[in-house]
Nanobody, 126 residues
């Protein structure tokens, strides 16, 4: 099992930026792909972005493409989500997620991820 701890959420005005971090421990960080999801109360958790084990491949939801950037630092065992040009509709709890060991390719379904962080709140005011 891998432990994931998100940080970096907060309150920001529309058009602003935030950088989320997800610290990982417990498994070899470079052995699995990872992703970010988000959820607002009363709605399904939705996919935001994913990255392969090496960081060489990334994939984004259409709603964030061109504004968000997912990256990872395998030496620091940390996943990042740089969020620019934030909109009120980006308001949600953001979760990082890890696939199981040796699942190194990108995935976008919640069921493809075996470990989840506790989430960090992002609120974008208009």
């Amino acid at each position: 099992q891998v432990q994931l701890v998100e940080s970096g959420g907060g309150l920001v005005q529309a058009g602003g930026s935030l950088r989320l971090s997800c610290a990982s421990s417990g498994r070899t960080f470079s052995s699995f792909a990872m992703g970010w999801f988000r959820q607002v109360p009363g709605k399904e958790r939705e996919f935001v972005a994913a990255i392969s084990w090496s960081g060489g491949s990334t994939y984004y939801a259409d709603s964030v493409k061109g504004r968000f950037t997912i990256s990872r630092d395998n030496a620091e065992t940390t996943l990042y989500l740089q969020m620019n040009s934030l909109k009120p509709e980006d308001t949600a709890v953001y979760y990082c997620a890890a696939r199981d060991s040796f699942q190194i390719t990108i995935a976008t379904m919640q069921s493809d991820f075996g470990s989840w962080g506790q989430g960090t709140q992002v609120t974008v005011s208009s």
